[in-house]
Nanobody, 121 residues
Framework: QVQLVESGGGLVQPGESLSLTCTAS????????MGWYRQAPGKQRELVGQ???????NYGDSVKGRFTLSRDNDKNTVYLQMTSLQLEDTADYYC???????????????WGRGTRVTVSA
């Protein structure tokens, strides 16, 4: 069984920074893609960014230049550094990973439960 746990959400003011962390645990053979999505109230879930092992990350248009994604393969962890936060960044942030479990030759997608980021003056 594979679990993803996010941490680091909270309340910040516009212009401030915040970092999120997501760690996968369980019976993991390998992880290909790691990423973050977000869902604001009343809106659809959207891609924040994702990174494949060995590749550069790609980002959603609304966060380019402000957010930075990185990963630590040894720790099965993906990080999201958010700077210059805006009111519109308020959302629940979800971690997603494509994981190959020990007992399977295939990769499957796993979601974390989410962590809330609130940007408010």
């Amino acid at each position: 069984q594979v679990q993803l746990v996010e941490s680091g959400g909270g309340l910040v003011q516009p212009g401030e920074s915040l970092s999120l962390t997501c760690t996968a645990s369980g019976s993991i053979s390998s992880i290909s893609t790691m990423g973050w999505y977000r869902q604001a109230p009343g809106k659809q879930r959207e891609l924040v960014g994702q990174i494949n092992s060995g590749d550069s990350p790609n980002y959603g248009d609304s966060v380019k230049g402000r957010f930075t994604l990185s990963r630590d393969n040894d720790k099965n962890t993906v990080y999201l550094q958010m700077t210059s936060l805006q009111l519109e960044d308020t959302a629940d942030y979800y971690c997603w990973m494509a994981v190959r479990p020990l007992d399977s030759p295939n990769y499957s997608g796993y979601w974390g439960r989410g962590t809330r980021v609130t940007v408010s003056a």
